[in-house]
Each structure stands twice: as structure tokens, then as C-alpha cells.
């Protein structure tokens, strides 16, 4: 290392910048609204937020692209169906920015094999798919942290799943800074006022997923029919029979469901229901199927009308790209400077 290399302090860098990514390999679910884009809609009001369609991170398990360029699209109208919007925030596709390539070779040198296999998300994508445990699967969480220090962003909304990358994000950058000079702030995941979120799947087990047990997952793109389907054959019981008892996990999933789409009275009803052992589930079912629908229907419709100006989202994946490059460039400058990389 260079020593007389000019350490470059936390404090000389701005702050309270937003970055988030969601990967196109599905249609976009309620899990992704309520982990992450609600959050990044009220966000682009007060931050200053990049907001990327992950398509590289897509590639560790969906290695076909035939369907890629449409995937991408979609998650961009169905984001900016749910408010996202690409004159405040900066929204563009995780590909189109090569500084990213760099920043994650960098990072790889800092990253170890030991804690990486470490990761859950590692270990479970690998027991799902052992004929294709890949580097990039591995190193999955080195990309992320690229990705969001890039823009040297601090903030990152994110559901409760991702809670693990984003620690070893900060292990990453002190490790970067601790080495070639305080460059970047350290990520955190970020949801307003409460705890991060994690959206159940129907099931009563693990959570909603755009590519895993797709009947347990309400998509944006299911009709009123579906919807009605998936949440009609959502795992229910006899009932309690003592007063006050606690929830079985399938059952709090319902109850979990309903607290995001439904009013507070129609969720009291049915708490005070379960409490005094008169709930009947097939009602309960039936009042969050419809105020589910309530909630989807207008952002499918929105999501339709997007995708059919072509045009249109190519201008704001373009438009994203280039205001997107101005923030790396600036943060790239500034890495092979302090790495002592600048050799002309
Ligand atoms: P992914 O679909 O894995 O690319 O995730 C995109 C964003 O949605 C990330 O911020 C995830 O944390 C969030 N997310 C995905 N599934 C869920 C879920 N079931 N509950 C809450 N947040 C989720």
C-alpha cells in the first residue's frame, strides 16, 4: 500500500442514500410489496434511492435467458405499477452498469470462502439445486454488496430474508475500509418503524417466493380466480378449543395476511373470533381472498398498461443506466485511487 495515501474519512461522504435490488425471475409477489417495495415508494420522497432489476443475480440459479429481456420488463412495470417512480428514484437494470464487474472483483479478494459457505441462502439454493452450485451462487452476497456500495448507499430496504447479506455487507466494507481508507458507509437494512418483514407463503411454511411453491405465493399477475383458489386451500383446522390460545404457525400466517391487506375491524373480528373458539376459517378465508383482490387487481391492471409501451420502458431502463453510471463512475474513481490502482 501506498503510505503517503490520503485516508479518505465516513464524514466527507453523503449520507442517508437508498439502494435496493429485486431480481427478475418471476412474477413480482406480495412478499416483494410488503418486504421491499412499499418501502422504497415512501423512500423516493425523502432519499436520494437507486432502485435495480437484479438481472446478473438471476443468473446464479436461472442460467436460461430466453425469457430474461420479458422478465425484466415485467418487474419494472410491476414496480412502478406499485409506485415506483423512475423521475424520482434511480431505476435501472443491474447489467447495464459494468463498474459493477470491477467492484465485485475487488470485494471477491475480501470475501472468504469459509463464511460465505456459511450463508444460509448459500446453503439452502444449494440443497434445492445440487447439480448447479456455482461460484456466483456463492459469492451471491459479494455482488450484492457491490451493488449497494456502488452508490455508497447506507439505507437498504429489504425484506427479513436478506438480513444475513446485509451483515456480511458491512463485514465486507470494514474490511475495505479497515484496508485502503474509509470509503464507504456501512448498509443496514432498512424497514419504516417496525421490524423487517417476512410475507408467509399459503402453506403455513417458509415464505412467499417469485420462483419456489408458486400455489402458496399470490403474484401480482394471478386473477381474481386464482387469488380466490390459492387462498381458499390455505391450511386451516378445527378451530381452537380454549379460549385465548396461542396460534399455530399456519394459522398466524392467515392472520399475518389479513393484517396487510385488510381493515383493522374486519382483522379484530376475526381475532376476538379465534379468542372466544368461534372462528370459522372458510369466512375468514373468503373476506381475505376478496380484500386481496381488492389490493392486486388495480396494480395488475396498472402493471398491463406499462408493458404495453414498449418504448416506454426502454427509455427508463436507459435513462436509469445513465444516471446510475454517474454515481459509479464518482465511487470507482475514488476505489482504484485508494486501492492505488490510479497508475496514470
Ligand atoms: P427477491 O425476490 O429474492 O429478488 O427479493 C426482492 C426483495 O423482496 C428483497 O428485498 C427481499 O427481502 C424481499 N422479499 C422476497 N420475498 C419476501 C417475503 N416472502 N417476505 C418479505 N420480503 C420478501
Same mark, same amino acid.
Given at each position: 500500500?501506498? &503510505? ?27 412478499? *416483494? ?37 420479458? *422478465? ?12 415506483? /417512480? ?26 472468504? #470462502? ?17 447439480? !448447479? ?47 485502503? &481508507? ?10 419504516? !418503524? ?13 415464505? +412467499?417466493?417469485?420462483?419456489? /411453491? ?20 390455505? #391450511? ?16 398466524? !400466517? ?23 373458539? !368461534?372462528?370459522?376459517?372458510?369466512? +375468514? ?60
Amino acid at each position: 500500500m501506498d &503510505g503517503d495515501k490520503q485516508k479518505i474519512k465516513h464524514t466527507d461522504l453523503p449520507s442517508g442514500i437508498v439502494m435496493s435490488g429485486i431480481r427478475p425471475t418471476g412474477m413480482v409477489h406480495l412478499g *416483494n410489496y410488503f418486504g421491499a417495495i412499499r418501502n422504497y415508494v415512501r423512500m423516493q420522497d425523502e432519499y436520494e434511492c437507486y432502485f435495480m432489476i437484479a438481472d446478473l443475480h438471476s443468473l446464479t440459479t436461472h442460467p436460461d435467458t430466453s425469457t430474461l429481456k420479458s *422478465n425484466v420488463k415485467r418487474v419494472i412495470a410491476e414496480n412502478m405499477a406499485c409506485g415506483l /417512480n423512475p423521475e424520482k428514484a434511480t431505476f435501472y437494470c443491474q447489467s447495464h452498469l459494468y463498474e459493477t464487474g470491477e467492484l465485485y472483483l475487488y470485494l471477491n479478494m475480501l470475501a472468504y #470462502k469459509g463464511e460465505l459457505e456459511k450463508t444460509v441462502t448459500f446453503k439452502d439454493k444449494a440443497r434445492q439445486h445440487p447439480e !448447479n452450485i456455482n461460484a456466483g451462487l456463492l459469492t451471491y452476497p459479494v455482488l450484492q454488496t457491490a451493488d449497494i456500495i456502488m452508490h455508497r448507499a447506507s439505507l437498504v430496504p429489504v425484506g427479513k430474508d436478506q438480513e444475513q447479506h446485509l451483515e456480511m455487507a458491512r463485514n465486507f466494507v470494514v474490511r475495505f475500509n479497515h484496508r485502503y &481508507g474509509e470509503i464507504f458507509p456501512e448498509p443496514h437494512a432498512f424497514n419504516y !418503524n417496525e421490524d423487517l418483514i417476512k410475507v408467509p407463503g399459503l402453506d403455513g411454511s417458509g415464505k +412467499m417466493s417469485k420462483s419456489e /411453491n408458486s400455489m402458496s405465493t399470490l403474484y401480482f399477475g394471478d386473477d381474481d380466480d386464482t387469488i380466490r383458489k390459492k387462498v381458499m386451500k390455505a #391450511k386451516t383446522d378445527a378451530g381452537p378449543t380454549e379460549a385465548n390460545s396461542p396460534k399455530p404457525d399456519y394459522i398466524d !400466517n392467515i392472520f399475518t395476511l389479513m393484517k396487510l391487506v385488510s381493515s383493522d375491524e374486519v382483522l379484530t373480528k376475526y381475532n376476538n373470533d379465534y379468542n372466544n373458539c !368461534n372462528i370459522r376459517y372458510g369466512d +375468514m378465508k373468503k373476506q381475505l381472498a376478496e380484500d386481496m383482490i381488492q389490493f392486486i387487481a388495480p396494480i395488475r391492471q396498472k402493471t398491463q398498461d406499462i408493458l404495453e409501451d414498449n418504448q416506454y420502458l426502454i427509455e427508463v431502463m436507459e435513462k436509469g443506466a445513465q444516471k446510475a453510471r454517474i454515481s459509479a463512475e464518482k465511487t470507482m474513481k475514488l476505489v482504484r485511487e485508494s486501492m492505488g490502482l490510479n497508475y496514470f
